[in-house]
């Protein structure tokens, strides 16, 4: 079965194919190409520099990420049920509250959506690790079982995402619900990459779903030159129904280090993601009737196991939570719509007459006529008008800035 998209969206497996990640307006593809070439070649030169650190430990075998990744070496079925644990869950509940130290912050990337689907995320930058991702994906007129099939499905992503090339299964360990996976990604202008990748899913209560997936190492998938392996990849999410609506949403965060400029990496993704979201909306629509779906089910509800209770008692508080903010938002949206209606009935009059004595002045001073205490004196009220104008933007500004930071939180 299968990682997220990544993200990415995965988040970060929602990356689009290498014609997409150079279709934009006519005005900036030139720009764009140029400040892409410029990373490449400075990513070049990075790994040029830094393969002559890493000779000695990858001539002995040995793996930068070695100390942090699961390993099979014993064996191909030796610790495998020890890969992803229920603590790894309860880590991925609390990543996908979207919360961050007080000094920290999100940074926007991507909000838009159409009649089926929309999409939003943000990212920030760890001090030590890959940048972080936390996207929140709606479909409308879906629910969560057929989301959850859909995202589980490799062999049918294989047949929509162009940038999925192989996927191979290499074990399964049904007691633990843990699965192994060897797959091969390929970018424009770098080398495949390559990911083994271990993952499990848990099923919570409202037919509310967690998936955690991270690296590992399997005998079954030595490294191979032709590849860049890689090395670092936490990625995570929660499928849930939409209170009130025909619709469910899937929370992702995202964590992978695959060798590339973290600048780069940014600029493909920001370009190209929404390309990919709206052509996984399209897969999604088709999946119903698929094949493979009737082969995969019966294969994942023998995999799936129960959220712990007392994993799940916080994950309905977390649920109440974000419902909560939701509502917090749309009445914060309201406000913002009832103080607009107020505020031309308050200040409509005002610039009425601020309209007219700026026009009356602007005659005045038109006249040859007029002495030069008259064009003083009418320069002065001009003045006064021009700032008292401006203090009432910057008021008003100030009244609406905290709701509008409310809405651009995403939960």
């Known amino acids: 079965m299968a990682e997220p998209q990544t993200l990415p969206p995965n988040s970060a497996r929602a990356l689009p194919d290498s014609d997409e990640f150079w279709r934009g307006n006519a005005g900036g593809g030139w720009a764009t190409a140029v400040v892409v070439l410029l990373l490449f070649s400075w990513q070049l030169l990075r790994l040029f520099f830094s393969r002559r650190h890493r000779a000695a430990p990858v001539a002995a075998g040995s793996s930068p990420a070695s100390t942090t990744t699961g390993s099979l070496e014993g064996g191909p079925s030796a610790g495998i049920s020890k890969l992803i644990t229920d603590a790894d869950l309860r880590d991925l509940m609390i990543s996908l509250e979207g919360n961050l130290e007080?000094?920290?912050?999100?940074?926007?990337?991507?909000?838009?959506?159409?009649?089926?689907?929309?999409?939003?995320?943000?990212?920030?930058?760890?001090?030590?690790?890959?940048?972080?991702?936390?996207?929140?994906?709606?479909?409308?007129?879906?629910?969560?079982?057929?989301?959850?099939?859909?995202?589980?499905?490799?062999?049918?992503?294989?047949?929509?995402?162009?940038?999925?090339?192989?996927?191979?299964?290499?074990?399964?360990?049904?007691?633990?619900?843990?699965?192994?996976?060897?797959?091969?990604?390929?970018?424009?202008?770098?080398?495949?990459?390559?990911?083994?990748?271990?993952?499990?899913?848990?099923?919570?209560?409202?037919?509310?779903?967690?998936?955690?997936?991270?690296?590992?190492?399997?005998?079954?998938?030595?490294?191979?030159?032709?590849?860049?392996?890689?090395?670092?990849?936490?990625?995570?999410?929660?499928?849930?129904?939409?209170?009130?609506?025909?619709?469910?949403?899937?929370?992702?965060?995202?964590?992978?280090?695959?060798?590339?400029?973290?600048?780069?990496?940014?600029?493909?993704?920001?370009?190209?993601?929404?390309?990919?979201?709206?052509?996984?909306?399209?897969?999604?629509?088709?999946?119903?009737?698929?094949?493979?779906?009737?082969?995969?089910?019966?294969?994942?509800?023998?995999?799936?196991?129960?959220?712990?209770?007392?994993?799940?008692?916080?994950?309905?508080?977390?649920?109440?939570?974000?419902?909560?903010?939701?509502?917090?938002?749309?009445?914060?949206?309201?406000?913002?719509v009832d103080i607009s209606q107020r505020k031309p009935s308050r200040s409509s009059k005002k610039w009425i007459a601020n309209g007219l004595l700026l026009l009356g002045g602007v005659i005045c001073l038109s006249r040859r006529r007029s002495n030069i205490g008259t064009q003083l004196a009418m320069a002065c009220i001009l003045k006064k008008l021009m700032n008292n104008g401006a203090e009432s933007t910057q008021v008003e500004s100030a009244q609406l800035r905290p709701d509008s930071r409310k809405t651009r939180h995403i939960g």
């Open 102 to 336: 007080e000094n920290e912050r999100w940074e926007d990337v991507i909000e838009k959506s159409s009649d089926l689907v929309s999409y939003k995320a943000k990212c920030f930058r760890p001090r030590v690790g890959p940048l972080k991702y936390f996207s929140v994906t709606t479909f409308e007129k879906c629910s969560t079982e057929l989301l959850r099939d859909f995202y589980m499905d490799n062999e049918y992503r294989k047949e929509w995402d162009k940038i999925l090339i192989q996927h191979d299964q290499l074990q399964v360990d049904e007691n633990s619900g843990t699965e192994i996976g060897h797959s091969i990604k390929r970018f424009p202008l770098l080398t495949p990459r390559e990911y083994v990748l271990a993952w499990r899913v848990w099923e919570g209560k409202d037919k509310t779903f967690f998936c955690f997936i991270k690296d590992c190492e399997h005998p079954l998938a030595p490294r191979e030159k032709k590849y860049v392996r890689v090395v670092f990849f936490r990625s995570g999410w929660c499928i849930r129904e939409v209170p009130g609506r025909d619709a469910c949403e899937i929370t992702m965060v995202h964590q992978e280090d695959a060798g590339l400029n973290i600048e780069m990496a940014k600029l493909a993704f920001a370009k190209g993601i929404w390309s990919y979201v709206s052509k996984m909306n399209s897969a999604l629509r088709q999946y119903p009737s698929h094949p493979s779906r009737s082969r995969l089910v019966p294969i994942l509800l023998r995999l799936i196991k129960k959220v712990p209770p007392e994993l799940e008692t916080n994950a309905a508080e977390t649920s109440i939570q974000k419902e909560k903010e939701r509502s917090d938002n749309d009445f914060g949206s309201q406000n913002r």
